[in-house]
Structure formats: structure tokens, C-alpha cells
């Protein structure tokens, strides 16, 4: 599956084709998933995330709704929803870009240049 990682702690994004469930936990870095369906901008995608992320001491905000307010934390794997069987669908080029136009690099006041999802919002 084509997806796009977006790294908060190395401070990238890239194209990654996770296979496995270990692969989503390596490529994260957590050791507990969700998997959560969100807009960006006017499309949907599920996006899996650390589920304890928001537990730990000072976690990077990595995804914000279009008035700012945090809606996800640490590193993020983007890909298309699901189909009727549960299984997660690779991007194509056209979503790729389409996300990747919505990344911009933020200041927190505790963290400067980090990486975030914008216009991430519940469905």
C-alpha cells in the first residue's frame, strides 16, 4: 500500500509502502495504533496514529484543524479510506500532492519548524 508518512521527529514526509502491522509501529515509532478517518481540506482519508500519543510528556503536534486547534500528535501515516472489507487503500499521485500541499512547517511555543496537518478536521 502507497501511503505518506509524515515524520515528525525527523521532520519529513515521504512515500512509504507499509506491509505490515510492525511496519506501521517502525514507521511511527509507538507501540500502540489507531486508525482514525479525518477531512483534509474537502477529502477524507484514514490516518494511523499513535494512540497513546497524547499521554506522553510533551508530545509534537502533528495535525491542527483549520482554526489551529490540535487534533493529532506524533507521526502520522496517510492513506485512502478504507474499502467495505476494511482494508486500507494506497494514494495516488494526485492525493499525494493533494496532502502534501496542506503540510506546512509550524512554530509552537515550545517546539520551532515542526511539521503539521493542516485543515485536518472531523468528519
Known sequence: MKALLLDTVNKRVE??????????????????????TRKIGRKTYDIICDDEGALQDDPLISAIDNIGRVMLVGSLIICNVADSEGELRSLDPADIRY???????????????LLMLTCCNYC
Request: proline share 3%; hydrophobic share 35%; aromatic share 6%.
Open 15 to 36: 512515500v512509504v509502502n507499509p506491509a505490515s502491522l510492525d511496519d506501521y509501529y517502525n514507521l511511527i515509532g509507538c507501540r500502540c495504533i489507531d486508525v482514525v
Open 99 to 113: 496532502i502534501k500541499k496542506r503540510v506546512q512547517r509550524l512554530n509552537t511555543r515550545k517546539h520551532a519548524d
